[in-house]
């Protein structure tokens, strides 16, 4: 959908894991072992009533770790793009988790670069996709760039962009696609 560049920095994460569902088509990329792989999901979250070996139970339990971890992911994506609808000025698609409470589990830490004592906040331990998550939006909000991620204002979309508009009034993915629709509406309805 859409015809811009990735945002930048760490909020490109961001950016690509609300991207993953394609709301017009359904496609969602956390289906496929490729899609999930970009985000460090299992690759393979079998259906934990029927697993693999029935055999052997860490086998079951394996399948429903992998496919709590997807669940998981998912929803933090609908949570982060009712924020970035929020962004641009619009309610939520759906009643989701509050960002805030998802977020607040993630364990970040600060890093000191030894050459040149800058700090960071990086995500700790076995840098989880909510961890990396929380700290791209740490990193974007000292940057002041989070709140210039938004979600497309089409229904049929909700895709995310970097919106870099001087004035920061974006409000499609592509003018090209979803706001040529929405003019195009907005002329018929005349």
């Not at 992911?73 to 759906?94: D, I, T, V």
């Not at 204002?153 to 001087?166: F, G, I, K, L, N």
């Amino acid at each position: 959908m859409n015809d811009r560049s990735a945002a930048p920095g760490s909020l490109a994460l961001v950016e690509s894991l609300v991207n993953t569902l394609d709301l017009e088509s359904g496609a969602d990329a956390l289906d496929t072992a490729e899609g999930r792989a970009r985000f460090g999901l299992p690759e393979n979250p079998e259906n934990p009533e029927n697993p693999e070996n029935p055999e052997n139970p860490e086998s079951a339990d394996a399948a429903r770790d992998a496919a709590g971890e997807v669940a998981r992911a998912r929803e933090l994506r609908e949570s982060l793009r009712a924020a970035l609808l929020a962004h641009a000025g619009h309610p939520p698609h759906r009643e989701v988790t509050p960002l805030g409470e998802l977020l607040a589990s993630a364990p970040l830490l600060v890093t000191i670069d030894e050459d040149d004592g800058s700090a960071r906040l990086a995500a700790a331990g076995a840098a989880s996709l909510l961890s990396r998550t929380a700290a791209a939006v740490a990193e974007a909000l000292i940057a002041g760039t989070w709140t210039r991620l938004k979600a497309c204002e089409a229904v049929t979309c909700h895709w995310a962009y970097y919106d870099r508009s001087p004035a920061g009034r974006g409000r499609w993915c592509s003018m090209q696609v979803c706001g040529a629709r929405a003019k195009m509406r907005r002329y018929r309805a005349k």
